[in-house]
């Protein structure tokens, strides 16, 4: 069956620019995840959605990252006014359920670039 | 704090040789889940064997095992019979009890040489 899928799959924008990121997680899966991936580091976690729970929002950087999943299924992670640290590639899962033992996908990322 | 650690930022190996990439972490808890991730140039990342902290066997998936040592908070990974499509990076994590996001390491870039 279809995998996770995000797009764009680059996108180059000038600093002060805001950016969109779009996932499409696996149909049925009820968790949702945002990673990042910057050059030379591990993931960093940015956000998880659960079914209808509040998400978890701990690990976004700063008010400028926002995320929010319509219908329990697509997720949009928005940057506002991109900064050249934003550049990174920007991994979306999906997992089956809640549970730590449900095996996350994920997608082949995004990566941005800010000039 | 809860922390992965990968020691070896690169590594090679000879095609249908053994390779093991070492893993520590820290945690507090007592019951998580031990991942080993494989991303290849797609950057496509790849589930390759996890484990459960409360299971004292060690995972095994086909030509990939794990040395599972809770005590010494040391989760090393080991690739038999080498093949050339195994040349990725290869990332370890955990999920520490309750907490449904991987915290990583920073990766060790294993190569197949032919």
């Known amino acids: 069956g279809a995998g996770v899928s995000q797009s764009p799959s680059n996108k180059v924008t000038e600093k002060g620019k805001d950016v969109e990121l779009r996932c499409d997680p696996i149909s049925g899966h009820t968790a949702l995840y945002w990673y990042r991936q910057s050059l030379g580091q591990g993931l960093e976690f940015l956000i998880y959605?659960?079914?209808?729970?509040?998400?978890?929002k701990s690990g976004l950087p700063s008010d400028r990252f926002s995320a929010e999943r319509t219908g329990g299924s697509v997720s949009t992670l928005t940057i506002q006014r991109t900064q050249q640290e934003d550049s990174a590639v920007y991994l979306c899962a999906s997992s089956a359920g809640q549970a730590s033992s449900y095996e996350q996908y994920f997608g082949p990322g995004t990566r941005l670039t800010v000039t | 704090a809860q922390t992965v650690t990968q020691s070896q930022p690169e590594m090679s190996v000879q095609e249908a040789e053994t390779v093991t990439l070492s893993c520590t972490y820290d945690t507090s808890e007592n019951n998580y889940y031990l991942f080993w991730y494989k991303q290849p140039p797609s950057r496509q990342m790849i589930l390759v064997i996890r484990?459960?902290?409360?299971k004292q066997q060690n995972a095994t998936e086909n030509r990939f095992s794990v040395n599972f040592q809770k005590a010494a908070k040391s989760f090393s990974l080991k690739i038999s019979d080498s093949q050339l499509g195994d040349t990725a990076m290869y990332f370890c994590a955990f999920t520490p009890g309750n907490n449904r996001k991987l915290i990583w390491g920073l990766g060790t870039s294993l190569a197949v040489n032919p």
């Open positions: 484990q459960e902290a409360y």
């Open positions: 959605f659960q079914g209808n729970s509040a998400p978890d």
